[in-house]
């Protein structure tokens, strides 16, 4: 059993970086060998159970319009390779009728392991993004996030941080109600997702506090993307007298921290450096780990 999954999982990998040009190429190639199969070994052997195999990962892998095209292919193949084998029937329509049946049955089965995958996609996201603003959840992100410190390290590319905290957020639920207070929380996520790029990562660690991580970003690429979104919130400010302000920390590694916890806590002094010179700012801090390799282990690894 351990050896099946280790083989399904090899298979998998492999297929999972392919194009779906070549996952289409990989199954109409099944699909042949098949048809093959099918003819030597005569009328009276059938194998079309296992036509479902390319259908099946050309529906897993590209999707269920595919798997749909390639159901009428095998269909059309598994018919007429058994025509030429001899395969003789009382009336000729009840060749048609089983072409039928097996097409019915064939979309079906592609029908619910789409339905399947879809499934278990959205469990997938439910499991990493955080239900009331839909970022991504603290779990989620320090997986994302030592992705990114693996990635830093073994190319030597710098990576970002900020650390957003809304200020005096209490307050907006105190005063306005919790109800109130999530809706601020949605907001601020859709801005902040507008307004970053595609590539940036929002998580939401708790309460009021969010982090995005920006990948392959130095000191200039950070400040480009932090200037436009302080220029977003602000707009939103100005326009509601009850939003609240946000303060940031921004740190940009040069090379790669130890730990997910260890880029955390850096961020997070930042962003109560920021608090500390009047809220509603970003402080950005350059983190060279290299010239802190002798800090290793301190309460205070990089100094801001």
Known sequence: MQTLRSLLLLIHRFLSGQTKR??????????????????WSGSEITVSLFYLIPIFVATWYCGLGTGYILTGVSIITWVVSNALAGEKYTYEVIRYWNAFVRLAFFSLNVFLLDTLKNTLN????????????????????????????????????????????????KTVNDRFGHQA???VLRE?????????????????????????????????GAKKVIRKLQMKLS???????????????????????????????????????????????????LADTEKHLENRGRNNPYPL
Not at 23 to 38: E, F, H, K, Q, R
Not at 195 to 220: K, V, W, Y
């Open 122 to 169: 959205d469990e997938q996201l439910l499991a990493r993004t955080d239900p009331l603003t839909g970022a991504y959840n603290r779990r989620a992100f320090y997986s994302l996030a030592e992705m990114e410190i693996l990635r830093s390290r073994r190319y030597s590319h710098p990576f970002t941080i900020a650390y957003l905290d809304l200020d005096d957020f």
């Open 181 to 183: 207070g999530d809706t």
């Open 22 to 39: 070549k996952i289409i190429a990989i199954a109409l190639m099944g699909i042949a060998l098949l048809g093959l199969l099918d003819y």
């Open 188 to 220: 601020f996520t859709r801005i902040v997702q507008a307004n970053t790029r595609e590539t940036d990562l929002l998580a939401r660690l708790g309460g009021d506090e969010f982090s995005i991580l920006l990948p392959e970003t130095d000191e200039a």
């Open 235 to 285: 707009e939103k400010g100005d326009l509601e007298s009850t939003w609240p302000t946000v303060s940031m920390g921004v740190v940009t590694f040069m090379s790669s921290p130890e730990s997910v916890d260890e880029m955390l806590q850096v961020a997070d002094r930042a962003m109560y450096k920021a608090k500390s010179l009047g809220k509603k700012q970003a402080f950005f801090v």
